[in-house]
């Protein structure tokens, strides 16, 4: 398989899913700018952070809600699958989009409008990030995605090259009905990788209030039972309750085990 900027660099129709490109891979994140620029591609950004580097480039952003994955990939099967075997159309055909589109936070008429901005292009890309592989539902998930890249026309590939072969080889087109979406309420954190300073929590001034801190304040993060101390900043260009998390890539606290996303209790340490 071509190098995945390669494959970005001829797209004129680009959509990521499950990465915060700004703190997960901003090389990718640069071939994406230099595609619209050069080939004047549409870019469909879905995550559940809004990624200020990303505003101006972004044609769409679908804004989905944290643990609804799942969901999600069934809604780009459904948008983008256009002609399948019979077992695959019958699924598609027993999805509750209403539903799942309710629960998730991302409206039919968003995708439809991504499927719109696709039919005159003709170098379609679907980028998947970490976010998806760590789901507790990754099987399903990724079978839904195996069957897009099988019966769409959306060139699908993975930042991390370990689960490219995954997408690349499930040969199982039996999908299991979309559970029901876990909701995330309160204060939640979502860890990154690849910043220089781990000892930092950074969250948006709504995230502040929720968790009754102040900018600079230092913090633990209380999370299954273990008290992972941080440095509290605001970040004026983030928005809602979801904070970010450095981690080292060899941390072995509950915060990098499992799914991304963690929600947690956040406490003042004492003065």
Do not use: W
């Amino acid at each position: 398989m071509q190098d995945i900027k390669e494959i970005i660099s001829k797209s004129d129709y680009i959509i990521t899913f499950g990465s915060f490109l700004a703190a997960d891979n901003v090389e990718i994140q640069e071939a994406i700018i230099q595609a619209i620029a050069k080939n004047t591609a549409e870019f469909v950004y879905m995550h559940p952070i809004d990624n200020v580097d990303l505003k101006v480039y972004y044609s769409q952003f679908i804004k989905y809600e944290v643990g609804s994955e799942e969901g999600i990939a069934s809604l780009l099967l459904d948008t983008f699958v256009k002609k399948s075997d019979e077992k695959v159309q019958a699924y598609i055909d027993d999805l509750d989009i209403g539903y799942i589109s309710a629960e998730s936070s991302a409206g039919e008429e968003e995708f439809e409008e991504a499927y719109e901005r696709a039919l005159e292009k003709s170098e379609k890309t679907l980028i998947l990030g970490r976010d998806i592989f760590t789901h507790e539902r990754v099987e399903n998930i990724t079978k839904i995605l195996s069957v897009i890249r099988k019966y769409s026309d959306l060139t699908v590939v993975c930042l991390d090259k370990e689960y490219q072969h995954i997408i690349n080889e499930i040969l199982d087109e039996n999908l299991d009905e979309v559970e029901e979406l876990d909701s995330y309420n309160g204060t939640v954190v979502y860890r990154t990788y690849g910043e220089e300073d781990t000892n930092i929590l950074v969250g948006s001034e709504s995230f502040a209030r929720v968790a009754k801190v102040a900018d600079k304040d230092e913090v633990f993060i209380n999370c299954a039972g273990e008290k992972i101390q941080k440095s509290f900043i605001v970040d004026k260009n983030l928005y809602g309750t979801i904070a970010l998390c450095a981690m080292n890539n060899d941390d072995s606290s509950s915060l990098s085990q499992g799914y991304r996303y963690k929600q947690v209790k956040i406490e003042k340490v004492d003065a």
